[in-house]
């Protein structure tokens, strides 16, 4: 009776370790099995109240941090649409004013609205597409495809951006390089990553496109000359809305958003991405599958 009391006691300190050895059928023997399933089923709840708790503790924390991300996104869409409608109102009251009454300077101020319309409007498209991705809304679509065919026509749609700010692309692929993945996609990778390398070009003014080839993989890097990222930002450049140069971002309608779809588009392929600093300029690359079989 004292050694099954001496148990009791432990248990209470939520001590389960300790069993009663049951040797006899008589009534010590019962009360010292009763204890040994109470000891087994206390530790077990226990137990799973712990789980649960710490489940619990990990929701609450997800949940702050949704909240927080939340407001940081609310704030950063404010902020981002804040110029584009003040211009607009501006320069809208501003021709219902007749404040120039030439017509030249009303096509400039109907140019200005139309352009700051444009920037919104791209910008909401970017945020559904974003959305779409980062909840799994967007169906991948994987196929076997030339990437160099890709690319060049990617250059010589963005040809007349090249020559207004005379930069000179270098791309030399002649032969076709086949890679599996969703055309479609890819295609918005590499529109986001040219976009920005003319964004960010400057010096030598030069943008290189280069294919490299290792193992199964094909690694696709887009350089261009000029300032490098700070290296307390490298790992920022994918959040949404972060710009390393805030005061140049309206220099060219940038809204931090195209390298966020670009993260979220080789995380839904299962491939990497990344940036290198070079002495020169700044290397984006992404890997795609290239394996034949």
């Known amino acids: ?41 206390l530790e077990k709840t226990i137990t799973e109240l712990k789980n649960a708790n710490n489940e619990l503790l990990t929701d609450i924390q997800n949940k702050i941090q949704i909240d927080e991300m939340r407001k940081d996104f609310l704030s950063n869409v404010t902020h981002e649409l804040k110029t584009p409608i003040a211009l607009i109102q501006g320069y809208a009251e501003g021709l219902l004013d007749n404040i120039n009454e030439d017509a030249e300077s009303r096509e400039f101020y109907c140019d200005v609205i139309i352009d700051e319309a444009k920037k919104m409007n791209q910008m909401v498209k970017k945020l559904l597409t974003l959305n779409q991705l ?82 199964n993989l094909v690694r696709v890097a887009v350089f261009n000359t000029g300032p490098r990222i700070p290296e307390e930002d490298i790992d920022k450049i994918w959040d949404k809305f972060y710009k390393v140069v805030k005061a140049r971002t309206r220099e060219y309608g940038g809204s931090g958003i195209g390298l966020s779809i670009v993260k979220a588009i080789m995380t839904s392929l299962n491939q990497k991405c990344g940036v290198v600093n070079h002495e020169s300029g700044v290397e984006f690359w992404f890997e795609l599958d290239a394996k034949n079989d």
Do not use: C
Request: glycine share 4%; net charge negative; proline share 2%.
């Open 134 to 215: 980062e909840f799994g809304n967007n169906q991948v679509n994987i196929e076997r495809f030339d990437i160099v065919a890709l690319l060049r026509s990617i250059l010589n749609s963005t040809d007349i951006l090249f020559q207004q700010k005379e930069v000179m692309a270098v791309f030399d692929h002649k032969d076709p390089v086949y890679v599996w993945a969703d055309e479609y996609l890819i295609e918005e990778v590499l529109t986001n990553y040219i976009s920005n390398a003319l964004n960010h070009v400057d010096g030598a003014k030069i943008i290189e496109i280069k294919l490299i080839r290792h193992d």
């Open 1 to 41: 009776i004292l050694q099954l009391a001496d148990i009791s006691k432990k248990m209470s300190d939520l001590d389960f370790e300790v069993k009663y050895p049951v040797t006899t059928n008589d009534e010590i023997g019962e009360l010292g099995r009763s204890i040994n399933t109470l000891s087994e089923k």
